[in-house]
């Protein structure tokens, strides 16, 4: 482990091969250059800070970060704000996996008002969960068993062991139903679309719902789902999206339907979000095609896991990283700034295991009211509960 003297003395190198100088006068006038002023160094059980005035007329750039980075062999941190300049250099390196019972222990010892939110996995600092209320879609990436798959089944058992009397599933599983058919039975899925054909008639019904939906937020003077007492959240969770994107080779009928299928997947980003809709949308292999551009745009929270090639990574995350990935389960996750985690995981035993209280085929009575696709005129509020 290098001294802090010399993180500081390789700093300060750095600092010079970038030019990140700021100038000054000598006593005869003339105008040179030094180092940063170094400010202060922060120290924590986790790590140690390195604090620098950023120089008049310098900002922190893309080069500069990299190269403070690849400069150590530990985990390090670069951000600037306030004028200042934070170089923070880990202890510890993040685990090659994370169990998924490590996320419920910790989400138990921690209060929290948030809700319909997920972990997203074990960053160098803590746990990182997303809110789905505050970011309502997200885009999910990632090359074959990077996993990709097994994030996404872990979102669903979180979702449905925290908030079970408040979530609806459709779930379209391109893989021929392979994976979300386990969750087929449970009490909270409405519909599992295993081909196009089913997406598209899955995907007509969350239209009409959404379509009811908003009469009946226009009606009582609704405009976001978040400032009601509207508790219900509808969750459509597509995996392998490419399967979606319409080829040339294709008769005309199925690139219409698979042109309705991302339509209106890309309505429900535009105006799902306010209705209480949330989509997750993961694909292989992210392109033009494989992940439209309203959704891309519309979903301000990315996930990516390794990806093959530095221009997948632009498309999932409008930043490189992800094709250096380099364990199954670690990923970015993207919101206004990026972060690296290991993503929890969560087999299909435990997985079933844990949802086999809501599955109706076990005996336990099916709530109706949950399934309902909207409510009628003559209807009391379902939203209520």
């Given at each position: 482990?290098?001294?802090?003297?010399?993180?500081?003395?390789?700093?300060?190198?750095?600092?010079?091969?970038?030019?990140?100088l700021?100038?000054?006068?000598?006593?005869?006038?003339?105008?040179?250059?030094?180092?940063?002023?170094?400010l202060?160094?922060?120290?924590?059980?986790?790590?140690?800070?390195y604090?620098?005035?950023?120089?008049?007329?310098?900002?922190?750039?893309?080069?500069?970060?990299?190269?403070?980075?690849?400069?150590?062999?530990?985990?390090?941190?670069?951000?600037g704000?306030?004028?200042?300049?934070?170089?923070?250099?880990?202890?510890?390196l993040?685990?090659?996996?994370v169990?998924?019972?490590?996320?419920?222990?910790?989400?138990?010892?921690?209060s929290?008002?948030?809700?319909?939110s997920?972990?997203i996995g074990?960053?160098?600092?803590?746990?990182?969960?997303?809110?789905?209320?505050?970011?309502?879609?997200?885009?999910?990436?990632g090359?074959t068993?990077?996993?990709?798959?097994?994030?996404?089944?872990?979102?669903?058992?979180?979702?449905?062991?925290?908030?079970?009397e408040?979530?609806?599933l459709y779930?379209?599983?391109?893989?021929?139903g392979?994976?979300?058919?386990?969750?087929?039975?449970?009490?909270q899925?409405?519909n599992?679309?295993?081909?196009a054909?089913?997406?598209?008639?899955?995907?007509?019904?969350?239209?009409?719902?959404?379509?009811?939906?908003?009469?009946?937020?226009?009606?009582?003077g609704?405009?976001n789902?978040?400032?009601?007492?509207?508790?219900r959240?509808?969750?459509?969770?597509?995996?392998?999206?490419?399967?979606?994107?319409?080829?040339?080779?294709?008769?005309?009928?199925?690139?219409?339907?698979?042109?309705?299928?991302?339509?209106?997947?890309?309505?429900?980003?535009?105006?799902?979000?306010?209705l209480?809709?949330?989509?997750?949308?993961a694909?292989?292999?992210?392109?033009?095609?494989?992940?439209?551009?309203?959704i891309?745009?519309?979903?301000?929270?990315?996930?990516?896991?390794?990806?093959?090639?530095?221009?997948?990574?632009?498309?999932?995350?409008d930043?490189?990283?992800?094709?250096?990935?380099?364990?199954p389960?670690?990923?970015?996750?993207?919101?206004?700034?990026?972060?690296?985690?290991?993503?929890?995981y969560?087999?299909d035993?435990?997985?079933?295991?844990?949802?086999?209280?809501f599955?109706?085929?076990?005996?336990?009575?099916?709530?109706?009211?949950?399934?309902?696709?909207?409510?009628g005129?003559d209807?009391?509020?379902?939203?209520?509960?």
């Amino acid at each position: 482990m290098l001294t802090n003297w010399t993180y500081k003395k390789r700093l300060s190198i750095i600092f010079r091969r970038t030019s990140f100088l700021r100038e000054y006068r000598d006593l005869l006038g003339n105008l040179k250059e030094t180092q940063p002023r170094y400010l202060r160094t922060n120290k924590h059980d986790l790590y140690t800070e390195y604090v620098y005035s950023i120089p008049l007329g310098k900002v922190l750039t893309e080069s500069l970060e990299k190269a403070i980075v690849e400069a150590f062999d530990c985990v390090c941190r670069v951000k600037g704000a306030g004028g200042r300049l934070y170089v923070r250099i880990y202890k510890y390196l993040l685990p090659d996996k994370v169990d998924y019972r490590a996320v419920t222990e910790y989400s138990k010892s921690v209060s929290s008002n948030v809700k319909y939110s997920v972990p997203i996995g074990l960053s160098i600092d803590n746990f990182i969960f997303h809110d789905f209320d505050k970011i309502p879609h997200m885009t999910v990436a990632g090359a074959t068993r990077q996993g990709k798959t097994v994030f996404l089944k872990q979102m669903i058992t979180y979702l449905l062991e925290n908030y079970p009397e408040h979530i609806r599933l459709y779930l379209i599983d391109l893989k021929g139903g392979l994976e979300f058919g386990r969750y087929a039975d449970l009490k909270q899925t409405i519909n599992v679309a295993s081909n196009a054909t089913e997406t598209r008639q899955l995907l007509e019904e969350v239209q009409r719902n959404m379509i009811h939906d908003m009469k009946y937020y226009r009606e009582r003077g609704y405009t976001n789902v978040v400032d009601t007492p509207i508790k219900r959240r509808t969750f459509v969770i597509v995996d392998e999206a490419a399967q979606l994107a319409p080829e040339p080779y294709m008769e005309q009928n199925e690139k219409e339907e698979l042109g309705y299928c991302q339509a209106t997947l890309s309505e429900i980003t535009r105006i799902g979000g306010a209705l209480g809709y949330r989509l997750i949308f993961a694909t292989q292999y992210p392109t033009a095609d494989t992940l439209p551009r309203q959704i891309k745009q519309n979903a301000d929270a990315k996930v990516s896991f390794r990806l093959t090639t530095e221009v997948a990574s632009r498309v999932a995350l409008d930043e490189q990283g992800a094709e250096k990935l380099a364990t199954p389960g670690r990923a970015i996750y993207r919101t206004i700034e990026a972060v690296e985690v290991q993503a929890p995981y969560i087999s299909d035993k435990e997985s079933e295991e844990r949802l086999a209280k809501f599955n109706v085929k076990e005996g336990l009575q099916h709530d109706d009211t949950s399934r309902d696709e909207v409510p009628g005129p003559d209807d009391d509020d379902p939203f209520q509960t």
